[in-house]
Every structure is written in C-alpha cells, then in structure tokens.
C-alpha cells in the first residue's frame, strides 16, 4: 500500500470553533488591509503581531524534521533570480520602519500559511495542503496587488508550500519569505 494512511483524530467544536475563528480574523485583516496601507504601520505591526501569535497559539510549530540548507537554498535562488530577471523596481519608500514591516509581515504569513493552515490541512495529504495553503497565500495579495500577480503569488506559495512539505517546518519558508520582501525594499 502506498501514500500516507494516518486518520487525523476527530477534534472537539471548541478547537474547530477557535480554528475557524482565526481563519476568519485574518481573512478580515487580509481584506482590510489596503485600507490600512503603509503609511499606518503601527496598526499593520499589531495585526500582523496578532496574526502569528493567533497562528502559533492555534498549532503552527517551526520543528523542521527534513533537511533545510537545500530548500532554503533553492528558496533564494529563486527569489534572488526572480528579482534579477524582473529588472529595476519601481521605487519603494525604504527604511527602518518599512523593513521591519515587511520582516514582520513575511513572518506573521508564514506562521499563518505555512504553519496553521498547513498544518490543518495536511490530514488531507501533502499535495492538499501545498496546494490550498499557496492558493490561499496568492488570493489574499489581490486586494493589495492586483489580479495581474496572482501567477507570481501562486507561484511564491507553492516554492514557500514545498519548503514547508521538504523541512516539516515554516522557518525555511519564513526565512525566504523574508528574504524576497526585504528585496523590495532594500535598492
């Protein structure tokens, strides 16, 4: 017999309940948070501080069991070279404040992404939760970014989603999170 056979325990109302709730919570703040734009960033800082908390809180651990320096290097690689390929950025505003921002951001979704909604959707098999935790991942930018990254986002989620298949962990995916936000804001 092949594939992964485990049945995942049957949890109580009160788990699915707060689950639920977190899910909830940062499809609101996904939603909300053009709104918010950068120019507010005490307000981004809490609601991204909020998300990881909620995220670790709700089961997302970072205990990589696979081997992490080749996705982390194929992590960089492809953020590195996608930034190459793409030519001269349009000008951020960079700083101090933005970086922490994006540092704080690239975290906080990783521990959400690949960590919580990973997590509860691997009971359902590696390819499920790759897929619908990058799937999520890319059509939550919309609202910030546009339709026209949705490729580049749902290409982002499946190299994140994969590190997190390849190590048992978000810290690969949150250390080349990083890594591709801070490019933007870093000339």
């Given at each position: 017999?092949?594939?992964?056979?485990?049945?995942?325990?049957?949890?109580?109302?009160?788990?699915?309940?707060?689950?639920?709730?977190?899910?909830?919570?940062?499809?609101?703040?996904f939603l909300l948070r053009p709104a918010l734009g950068q120019a507010r960033s005490i307000p981004l800082a809490v609601c991204?501080?909020?998300?990881?908390?909620?995220?670790?809180?709700?089961?997302?651990?970072?205990?990589?069991?696979?081997?992490?320096?080749l996705p982390l290097l194929v992590g960089a690689v492809a953020v590195v070279g996608a930034r190459i390929l793409a030519g001269?950025?349009?000008?951020?505003?960079?700083?101090?404040?933005?970086?922490?921002?994006?540092?704080?951001?690239?975290?906080?979704?990783?521990?959400?992404?690949?960590?919580?909604?990973?997590?509860?959707?691997?009971?359902?098999?590696?390819?499920?939760?790759?897929?619908?935790?990058?799937?999520?991942?890319?059509?939550?930018?919309?609202?910030?970014?546009?339709?026209?990254?949705?490729?580049?986002?749902?290409?982002?989620?499946?190299?994140?989603?994969?590190?997190?298949?390849?190590?048992?962990?978000?810290?690969?995916?949150?250390?080349?999170?990083?890594?591709?936000?801070?490019?933007?804001?870093?000339?």
């Open positions: 017999m092949t594939g992964d056979t485990r049945v995942a325990p049957l949890r109580s109302g009160s788990a699915v309940a707060a689950d639920a709730a977190v899910i909830a919570a940062v499809a609101v703040f991204f501080a909020g998300m990881a908390v909620a995220s670790v809180a709700r089961g997302a651990r970072s205990r990589p069991t696979g081997v992490v320096a001269p950025a349009v000008p951020v505003r960079a700083g101090v404040v933005a970086a922490t921002l994006n540092v704080g951001a690239a975290v906080a979704e990783e521990a959400f992404f690949r960590g919580f909604l990973y997590g509860k959707l691997e009971r359902w098999g590696t390819a499920i939760a790759v897929a619908t935790s990058a799937l999520a991942f890319a059509l939550v930018h919309v609202p910030v970014y546009g339709t026209f990254a949705l490729p580049v986002d749902v290409g982002a989620g499946l190299l994140l989603s994969w590190q997190r298949a390849a190590t048992g962990g978000w810290s690969v995916p949150a250390a080349t999170h990083t890594l591709a936000n801070l490019l933007v804001v870093i000339p």
